[in-house]
Structure formats: C-alpha cells, structure tokens
C-alpha cells in the first residue's frame, strides 16, 4: 500500500463524486440560498484537500504528516456527511444531496480505514526493523 496514491485516488474519486453530482442535478434555482447551489460540491471540496495532502505526501519527509492531515480530513468528511444524512432524509432532501452525503461518508470511511491499516502495519514494520538492531528513524522507515 502506497498511502500517497491512495490518497490521491480518494480525492479524485470525491472530487468526481462532487462535481458529477453537481452536474447531473444542473444549475440551481437563481432564488435558491448559498448552500442550496453550493453543497453538491462539497465532496469535491474534501476531494481536493485530500489530493493536496496526496501530492505533498509524496515527499517522503512530509509524508507522515500529509497523511496525518488527509485521515483528518477523512474524519471531518464522516462526521460532516454523517450528520447530514437524518436531517436530508427527515427533511425530504433531494436525491443529490444525499448521494452526494452518502458518497463524502462512504469513500471517508474507507480511505480511514485504509489508512489505519496502513498505519499499523508501519509500526509492526518498525518494531521488526528495531527488534532486528536497524536504524528506524525518519529517514529509513518503509512508507506506508
């Protein structure tokens, strides 16, 4: 698992998410308020966080923190579409905004758990490196 890749994929795949929505559901009412035209595009915003935190993590230096800040976001983009979700239903929301919810909640969650795996399996891999007498600072630890 390249973890820098597979938080470029995750961006990419709300940032399709986020302006496939947009554009199936077509241009809002010009009455309609801020969030009404807007918030079918909020997977794509979380897309793009995450596939700057991709791209800066292909830095090996910074790679531990991007990934830090991307399973963050990642967090932030389940609660975000989770809570959304009730109140789009008890509200009889549009179909588009709640793809859009389930899709920011659903591709969130997998990346974090990926992400998580990805994160233990890099400290078993240093406690080996260490219980085997190798160096394991920053510089030779294996990407996750």
Known sequence: MHMP????????ALIAAGVGLGWISGPADADASFMAKYSKYIPAVFGVLLAVCGVVAFKASARKHAIHVALLFAVLGILGGGARIPKTLANEGSAVALTSQFALLLIC????????????????????????????DAASTPAP
């Not at 997998?110 to 160096?135: E, N, P």
Request: proline share 0%; aromatic share 6%.
């Open 5 to 12: 890749t597979i938080t470029l994929a995750a961006g990419a």
């Open 109 to 136: 969650a997998a990346y974090l758990a990926v992400g998580i795996k990805s994160f233990v399996a890099a400290r078993k891999a240093r406690k080996q490196l260490k219980a085997a007498g190798v160096s394991t």
